[in-house]
């Protein structure tokens, strides 16, 4: 069985480093600015940071995949065209976009570079797959996960570039980025920003009692008793009150990982070429964890063997985890 790419997460050069060094075939990074979905304090690169990793990377034959997936506002495009030059100058090996005009730039400024469409594009049939193909020239298609495993079987057949689909993390379905809660809310945008519950505006709150309340602004996303512990506020996985659920429920998305490891040697046979783990945000451990448990599972898989799947059921979001719309369009 051919084995497929394993697309890894690198917040940081740490991270980046870490992946590596437990196995990833590539891994994708993002710079310090709004040119990719995950502009937060603390996590990304700088310039020189890209160019020692990009380096480190390539001498231990992985490679660099840059994120370049969010939207440019009119009279913006600067920023992300800088970005991308910036990019090929440092040699990475794939941009992974959204936006069809920062598609058009990389495909007539640098037609040579190789491009990934992101996930946060929403392609998820054959016709707007191709078009993307035709247009821009686009090499692979990370698939939403809305798709179960027959599905993405036929959809392999029908387009004429590789598929990439997540295997583990974040489960968010919310257009796959493409939403508008936080702006809403705070005035970023996920999508031209890169800010989803941007940290400056996230306050926790405990009263007498120990117990928590966490907000965005001014609003209450959750409320966690003193013996639960207190999730990242972010609106889709808040918990709610109306007339009909007075307790609070979640009303958009259950907080909850997706771990697709019994479904790998299906993905494979399916015709999936890069298997992507989700986890820009955690910690060198999560990714050192995440990556060695699936690069054993996937060798496991390529050479014939049972994949002998760790539990990483504690660095799941929840302590749960699903298989989700992969194996039925029944979940919730």
């Known amino acids: 069985m051919t084995s497929p790419e394993l697309v890894c997460p690198a917040g940081t050069p740490a991270a980046l480093r870490t992946a590596v060094d437990a196995g990833a075939d590539a891994v994708y990074c993002g710079f310090q600015n709004a040119t990719n979905a995950r502009n937060f304090p603390g996590l990304n690169f700088t310039v020189p940071e890209l160019e020692r990793s990009v380096a480190y990377a390539h001498a231990k034959g992985t490679k660099v995949l840059l994120a370049m997936n969010t939207y440019p506002p009119a009279g913006k495009q600067t920023l992300w065209k800088d970005a991308i030059d910036t990019g090929i100058r440092l040699g990475v090996d794939a941009f992974i976009v959204a936006d069809i005009g920062v598609a058009h730039y990389i495909a007539t400024k640098h037609p040579a570079a190789r491009l990934h469409l ?165 910690s060198r451990a999560y990714v050192k964890k995440v990556v060695s448990a699936f690069r054993k599972a996937v060798d496991d898989i390529s050479d014939g063997r049972t994949a002998q799947l760790a539990d990483l059921l504690a660095l799941t979001e929840g302590q749960k985890e699903t298989q989700g719309a992969f194996k039925s369009k029944t979940w919730r």
Request: hydrophobic share 35%; with cysteine; proline share 6%.
């Open 118 to 282: 992101s996930v946060q594009a929403a392609a998820s049939n054959p016709e707007s797959i191709r078009y993307y193909c035709q247009e821009f020239g686009v090499k692979r298609v990370v698939l939403p996960r809305i798709l179960t495993v027959p599905e993405i079987r036929s959809l392999a057949a029908e387009v004429p570039c590789e598929i990439e689909t997540f295997i583990f993390g974040n489960h968010g379905l919310m257009v796959e980025g493409r939403c508008s809660l936080t702006n809403y809310i705070s005035g970023l945008s996920t999508n031209l920003d890169g800010v989803c519950s941007p940290a400056a505006q996230v306050e926790y709150i405990r009263d007498a009692a120990g117990n928590v309340s966490t907000q965005l602004g001014e609003f209450t996303i959750d409320c966690f008793g003193c013996n639960e512990t207190a999730g990242y506020p972010t609106i889709c996985k808040g918990r709610y009150t109306t007339p009909a659920h007075d307790g609070g429920y979640y009303a958009f998305e259950e907080p909850i990982s997706l771990n697709l490891s019994p479904l790998l040697p299906a993905l494979i046979d399916a015709g999936v070429h890069a298997l992507k783990i989700e986890g820009r945000q955690r």
